[in-house]
């Protein structure tokens, strides 16, 4: 899985090398996790943020997993004072900004895992447009936020 994540990255790479003066890729992924299902559980959400290092807009508009047969773009509202998630369509990041998923915001819904969870320390993600892979990244699972800045 390794092998195929640096595949896809290289891949990005000479993309991104076709397209301008840029050295590294266009987008990159930063402090991904998976939260750590509870035993049984068959959702869980994964967060990160996605850095547009290009020139253009990019639009998120789906995600998938290996891992999981549902993985899906979500974020979460407050309605008449409760916490409730919905579906989003898609995410748009400006040329040199950040998206940020992160918990009680947008987040990536991960539901239907193909195997038992128990023990998984990577999961895969790519985000995608119009079907089209964007970045492929490994993140972590983690009980909580393992790049939280607090002690
Ligand atoms: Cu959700």
Known sequence: MIRQVATALAALALLAGCSGKDT????????GWMRAPAPGAKMSAAYLEVVNNGGDAIVIDGVSSPQFGDASLHTTQMNEGRMQMRPIESLTVAPGRRAILAPGADHIMLGDPR???????????TLTNAGTPIVTVEVPVA???????AP
């Open 143 to 149: 009980r909580s936020n393992p790049w939280a800045d």
């Open 24 to 31: 590294g890729p266009a987008v990159t992924v930063e402090r």
């Open 115 to 125: 195997a038992a969870l128990e023990g998984v320390e990577f999961i895969e993600l």
